[in-house]
């Protein structure tokens, strides 16, 4: 393929970060190694589209995001409702409570589309433009779900515990 | 909280994420052989034109022409990939369908089929009451961004079309009045691009559908009408420039159009082309002259 080594360096640059971000997503990090990886064969296969995009990364982003929701639509359909609840023993929760954990759970409670807007502007560093081209959205959608989100993580209880028990 | 915060706090869960090593191998590996896939497609695509021609004399149709089963290539040979044997490819974005010569385009009155027809940036359809005749097939073609409101697509099937995910309705028949219609839709999500092809006949639903491909060497022309059912030239510009088309605008009187209106595209809406291929716009000065015999040959044919 033309620009096999330019795509061959994007990707080995660009893999932590598309890793991280689906697991930021939502993701475990086999199912996110799994989404990056389909990700950029799905820009192998584009290469030639990838590199002329006004802004590369936001056009990977895109895919990203739209791999991650095919397979969150999979799961939907895979899972099926129970009325019994795991015997599992929980843990001390607060032991647990440490600055990551705290993030995660706050991120876990946002909605898809609040938490793939978090993600892109505040982890993948795309623009608002960027991000409503990503996600197929007006970018004052893009900053309305960027305010809420923000608003819900700042009342957020685990990420108030960081900050000694006051939202920041 | 603020950016600063939020973004330091992303960066401190993301960094306790231990990441393997990239896969290259194993993405190339799977890369070459979806590409390889395309390629097998043009290839025999290729050959069998070529030995079309050798017997027949028989070309490659690459502009759409409303009404007329053939038309003279308006862009170089090499610019649009070779149908299979008998068809002519028609496009929205990269996903491209293979439709029998002989049917038209927007063979249609009050947007119902008269024959057998391609259905392509129709625009306002008017209200009439007119019954469809029967043995007619005809194949739509629509830019839908969102899963179709069409409610067999709730019943409709996950599948992937050259790596591109699509959903497929089931195949339904139905008898409406003195006809037998079967029909099936196929969405391409990436593309934003809906088939429905309609039929009396199960298999030629089933032939157009299966025809389907999608191919990132190729583009189709762009729709003229724009979501307020305008064909502003400056809407399509943007459109076909975004897809990598260059646009080669003309303006001429437009025999009562309005100033910036399309008056003719060419090559016609949905042929395929490749990236960097020119389109010729002819654009109306709102000036009222007759915009001239000969300018509606490759543009949409409107309905009524």
Redesign the interface.
């Known amino acids: 393929m033309d620009g096999e080594p330019d795509f061959s360096e994007y990707a080995a640059a660009r893999w932590p970060a598309l890793v991280r971000s689906a697991v930021l997503l939502g993701c475990a990090v086999a199912e996110a190694e799994d989404l990056a990886q389909t990700t950029l064969v799905r820009c192998y296969q584009a290469w030639s589209k990838v590199r002329r995009a006004h802004h590369r990364d936001a056009y990977v982003y895109r895919i990203l995001v739209n791999c991650y929701r095919d397979s969150r639509r999979r799961r939907w359909w895979a899972e099926k409702p129970t009325d019994r609840v795991p015997d599992r023993p929980e843990g001390d929760r607060t032991a647990q409570v440490d600055t990551a954990d705290a993030v995660a759970r706050a991120l876990a409670r946002l909605s898809a589309p609040y938490r793939e807007a978090v993600v892109l502007r505040y982890y993948a560093q795309l623009s608002e433009q960027q991000i409503a081209e990503a996600l197929h959205i007006a970018p004052g959608t893009v900053k309305s779900r960027l305010s809420r989100a923000l608003a819900k993580l700042s009342s957020d209880a685990d990420l108030a515990d960081l900050n000694g028990g006051s939202p920041s | ?3 600063d ?3 330091n ?6 960094d ?9 191998r ?3 590996r ?3 052989r ?2 390889s896939r395309h390629r097998r497609t043009a290839v025999l695509g290729v050959a069998a034109a070529v030995a079309l021609a050798l017997l027949g004399g028989v070309g490659v149709r690459q502009a759409l022409r409303p009404g007329r089963p053939a038309a003279p290539a308006t862009v170089p040979s090499t610019s649009a990939p070779a149908a299979p044997p008998g068809t002519r490819w028609v496009g929205i974005g990269h996903a491209a369908i293979a439709v029998p010569e002989g049917w038209g385009t927007n063979q249609t009155r009050c947007g119902q089929p008269r024959a057998n027809t391609v259905v392509i940036d129709q625009g306002p359809i008017p209200l009439c009451a007119v019954i469809t005749p029967p043995a007619v097939s005809d194949l739509q073609l629509e830019a839908s ?1 969102d899963v179709p409101t069409n409610p067999s697509f709730a019943d409709a099937v ?1 599948i992937r079309i050259d ?1 591109e ?1 699509a959903l497929k309705t089931p195949l339904r028949c139905t008898n409406q009045s003195s006809s037998h219609l079967c029909t099936q839709a196929l969405w391409i ?2 593309e934003r691009a809906l088939f429905t092809a309609t039929s009396p006949h199960v298999g030629t639903v089933r032939r157009l559908l299966s025809s389907v491909r999608v191919d ?1 060497a190729y583009v189709a022309v762009p729709g003229t009408y724009a979501a307020d059912l305008q064909r502003g030239a400056r809407a399509f510009t943007h459109a076909a420039e975004a897809l ?1 088309l260059r646009v080669s605008r003309r303006v001429v009187p437009g025999g009562g159009l309005p100033a910036g209106f399309i008056v003719r595209v060419d090559p016609a809406v949905g042929t395929m082309l490749k990236p960097g291929d020119t389109v010729h716009v002819t654009v109306s000065n709102g000036q009222g002259a007759p915009s001239g015999s000969g300018t509606a040959t490759s543009s949409p044919q409107p309905s009524g």
């Open positions: 909280m603020n950016d915060e939020a973004t706090l992303l960066h401190r869960l993301a306790r994420v231990e990441v393997g090593p990239v896969p290259l194993d993405v190339l799977a890369g070459r979806a590409r961004p996950p790596g995910p999500k990436q990132d990598g």
